[in-house]
Every structure is written in C-alpha cells, then in structure tokens.
C-alpha cells in the first residue's frame, strides 16, 4: 500500500509517502511545499493545493492520512490551517484518494507507543522504523511520514480484524 502522511498547514505542507507491505516499511519520498510569508492567503492555498496535486499525481497513493485538526488557543491560525486542510482534502477526493484522519495522541501511540510521547521521541522513532539516516527536516515532514506510518499500523489492524471474522 502506497501511502501519503500529510502535517497540513499554509506555509509549511509536510508530505511524505511510504509503502507499506508485509509489515514493512519503504520510504519512497519526503518533502515540504511552502509558501511565502506577505502571499496574499488564497493565493498561498492555490500553492498549497497545486503542490499537493502534482505529489498526488506522481506517486498514486492509496490512502491519504492526515493530521485531525487540533485546536488550542489561536482561532485564526485553527481557521487558516482548516482551509488549508479543506484544499488538501479536496485534491485528495479528485484524485479518488480515500482520506484517513488521525489525531496528534494517535500518532504517537502508533509511533512510539506512549500517546504523550515528545515530539522528538516520535521524530527519533520515525527516523528508526523507516531507516532513514537523520530525521527528516523541516519537523512537519517527519511528522507527516509519522502520520503515514500511523495509517498504516492504523490499515493493517482494521485487515487483521477483517480476516478473522470469516
């Protein structure tokens, strides 16, 4: 299974696709689309959307997982990150791509086993679970190959449970 780990925002899209088979993990590539500071703000969303797009369509993922938008004390920056979300989603429903969300204490149980894991440790176990040499940068790409790894620990327990009910 090819799958797209997304940490949305509006200036800095952490994307990273894996492949998940037989247990193991590949990456297949990592990145970030960003966007500059003083853009008007649809215009960075138009970014945002034709970046996520163009990954989309070079790689073909299978599933989408995306981070569960969070809302802590900033109602501006929740509501600019929603619409990034919502151009993201929406490139991953043209594209056929089902969308998988999961919340920040989700990924780190996936990850590291500890939902109030610090976000180092999960970065760190990224790093170890899919070989990689250092930790990708900038944080929000390894938080979404994290994202993705989660789906896919995530995708392979709801299979598990799917083949034990015959």
Same mark, same amino acid.
Request: hydrophobic letters at 45%; glycine letters at 8%; charged letters at 20%.
């Given at each position: 299974?090819?799958?797209?780990?997304?940490?949305?925002?509006?200036?800095?899209?952490?994307?990273?696709?894996?492949?998940?088979?037989?247990?193991?993990?590949?990456?297949?590539?990592?990145?970030?689309?960003?966007?500059?500071?003083?853009?008007?703000?649809?215009?960075?969303?138009?970014?945002?959307?034709?970046? #996520?797009?163009?990954?989309? &369509?070079?790689?073909? %993922?299978?599933?989408? @997982?995306?981070?569960?938008?969070?809302?802590?004390?900033? $109602?501006?920056?929740?509501?600019?990150?929603?619409?990034?979300?919502?151009?993201?989603?929406?490139?991953?429903?043209?594209?056929?791509?089902?969308?998988?969300?999961?919340?920040?204490?989700?990924?780190?149980?996936?990850?590291?086993?500890?939902?109030?894991?610090?976000?180092?440790?999960?970065?760190?176990?990224?790093?170890? #679970?899919?070989?990689?040499? &250092?930790?990708?940068? %900038?944080?929000?790409? @390894?938080?979404?190959?994290?994202?993705?790894?989660?789906? $896919?620990?995530?995708?392979?327990?709801?299979?598990?449970?799917?083949?034990?009910?015959?």
């Amino acid at each position: 299974m090819i799958i797209l780990g997304i940490d949305p925002g509006y200036a800095i899209v952490g994307w990273g696709v894996i492949e998940y088979n037989a247990n193991r993990f590949s990456v297949v590539d990592y990145g970030a689309v960003t966007t500059q500071a003083g853009t008007p703000f649809n215009d960075r969303l138009k970014m945002v959307y034709d970046g #996520i797009k163009g990954i989309m &369509k070079r790689y073909s %993922p299978e599933a989408l @997982a995306i981070e569960k938008l969070f809302y802590n004390t900033n $109602a501006k920056t929740v509501i600019d990150v929603a619409q990034a979300r919502g151009v993201i989603n929406l490139a991953a429903v043209q594209n056929n791509i089902p969308i998988f969300e999961y919340t920040p204490l989700q990924v780190k149980q996936s990850v590291v086993g500890y939902g109030r894991a610090e976000k180092k440790q999960v970065q760190e176990m990224t790093r170890v #679970i899919l070989k990689l040499e &250092k930790i990708p940068k %900038p944080d929000d790409t @390894a938080d979404a190959l994290a994202m993705a790894i989660c789906h $896919a620990h995530a995708s392979g327990s709801m299979l598990g449970r799917l083949r034990n009910i015959k």
